[in-house]
């Protein structure tokens, strides 16, 4: 008995047979690990068919095109940072973490992981549609965040900084922070120290709530 995907779709000679599920979830990871070695302008359709030992029709059945490869990776690689993130919220404010180590696990989001990169590709290539599934990922994580399931403006205000910074450092970080004579790590800084801030105005106002005095 095989499954519809197997049956509609050729797969290359010794591909392992997985579900269409599996291999979706496959498929995105390649495309991952290709922007990060890389760079966007790798992660095409035929690039990640042949990392995954797949055809040029099964990603075509999975995505539909290349924008919708894009749609999907930035869907997946933003459900993942985001999940990294509120992890990291939640231990800062346990006192887990620091500011600055939350600061440089967002930059590292957008730097490393390939995300800033990815956003401005798909800007330049014509697919912004692809950006949606990143800004309302981003937004489900501030209301996860906010106590009451309803971030308040403070925290959309918080998060559009360190979302701004964060793409921008990874775009023209280096550049700019050696032209000033910065150090290359002067944007972290300065979200570290804002993120601290932050930390300390929001302990303030549980301070009524805990404090029977």
Request: aromatic share 4%; hydrophobic share 40%; with cysteine.
């Amino acid at each position: 008995m095989t499954s519809g995907d197997d049956k509609n779709l050729s797969k290359k000679p010794g591909a392992r047979r997985l579900s269409p599920e599996a291999s979706r979830l496959a498929a995105l990871e390649a495309a991952r690990a290709l922007l990060i070695e890389t760079g966007p302008q790798a992660v095409t359709l035929k690039a990640v068919a042949a990392r995954v030992g797949r055809t040029h029709a099964n990603l075509l059945h999975h995505f539909g095109s290349a924008s919708g490869l894009q749609r999907g990776l930035a869907e997946y690689l933003t459900r993942a940072v985001c999940g990294k993130i509120g992890e990291a919220v939640e231990q800062t404010r346990g006192g887990e973490m620091t500011p600055r180590q939350l600061a440089d696990l967002i930059f590292d989001s957008f730097d490393r992981e390939g995300a800033g990169a990815l956003a401005s590709w798909m800007l330049l290539s014509g697919n912004e549609d692809a950006l949606d599934p990143i800004v309302e990922t981003i937004h489900a994580l501030v209301d996860d965040i906010a106590e009451d399931g309803h971030a308040d403006r403070n925290l959309h205000l918080l998060t559009l900084e360190m979302v701004l910074l964060a793409l921008g450092d990874s775009l023209l970080g280096a550049p700019l922070s050696a032209s000033l004579g910065l150090d290359r790590t002067a944007g972290r800084e300065i979200a570290g120290k804002r993120l601290e801030q932050s930390f300390i105005e929001y302990e303030a106002r549980q301070l009524p709530a805990n404090d029977p005095a």
